[in-house]
């Protein structure tokens, strides 16, 4: 299958190179981008958050009043330049990065890699994803196997759907084809500037190029280009 050049992670997240900031994942040009959701790939999210962890281990557990950690499975880093609000719970390995924000009642579970100046708020739980910088799931969200570009907003209530009700795999819907992700937990792909709605749903494997809207109260299903409009 060839992919159009609008899923490519240049054109989904526009600025990541540009603006490359510290301690931020890689992607592989010659794959599509959400190869780096499989476990099993190279250049996964859990083996670059396993580096990742391991070449900051010398930083000091994070000792801040009224959050609690559990590292029973990786070490939870978190940048001291972090804003992290009380009644707040993290699952190792994960990283918060400099000037992130997790608000009251977060969820961060294992493998989750919120990068600088992302936002997770109150009562949103995110787990095996990427928060590139800038990006926001601030209200009540709930993020699985995906990854949020600069500048994605989720509005209140948003979830992106990771798994399907059967538990097979996750399969990607491009026009009238058809096609086999080789995963079976595949949330969603949101390039930069991407506004969701309130209440809106990603139902498995969803890709939405770079600066779509996604009104209220609207399910989503397959890839679509940039600056597409859903209602």
């Not at 931020?24 to 099993?40: Q, T």
């Not at 570009?149 to 009700?165: C, E, F, P, T, Y």
């Amino acid at each position: 299958m060839e992919w159009p050049d609008y899923i490519s992670y240049t054109s989904l997240f526009p600025s990541f190179l540009s603006e490359k900031t510290v301690n931020s994942p890689s992607f592989d040009g010659h794959s599509p981008v959400w190869n780096i959701l499989d476990p099993e790939s190279t250049n996964s999210l859990k083996k670059q958050l396993a580096q990742l962890v391991q070449d900051l281990s010398a930083m000091e557990t994070a000792n801040r009043a009224n959050i609690t950690i559990d590292e029973t499975k990786g070490r939870v880093i978190i940048d001291p330049s972090a804003i992290v609000e009380p009644s707040t719970h993290f699952i190792g390995p994960c990283y918060i990065g400099p000037e992130a924000i997790i608000r009251h009642g977060a969820y961060i579970r294992e493998n989750s890699w919120i990068c600088s100046g992302a936002l997770v708020g109150h009562c949103s739980e995110i787990k095996h994803s990427i928060l590139l910088p800038g990006s926001k799931a601030p209200h009540f969200n709930y993020v699985g196997d995906s990854i949020l570009g600069k500048g994605v907003n989720l509005g209140a209530g948003v979830k992106l759907s990771n798994l399907r009700n059967d538990g097979g795999e996750v399969f990607l819907r491009i026009g009238e084809e058809r096609i086999a992700s080789g995963l079976r937990k595949f949330g969603a792909v949101l390039g930069e500037d991407t506004q969701l709605g309130c209440n809106a749903v990603t139902n498995p494997g969803t890709v939405l190029g770079s600066r779509s809207t996604v009104w209220p109260n609207t399910t989503v299903t397959g890839i679509h280009s940039e600056k597409s409009i859903h209602r």
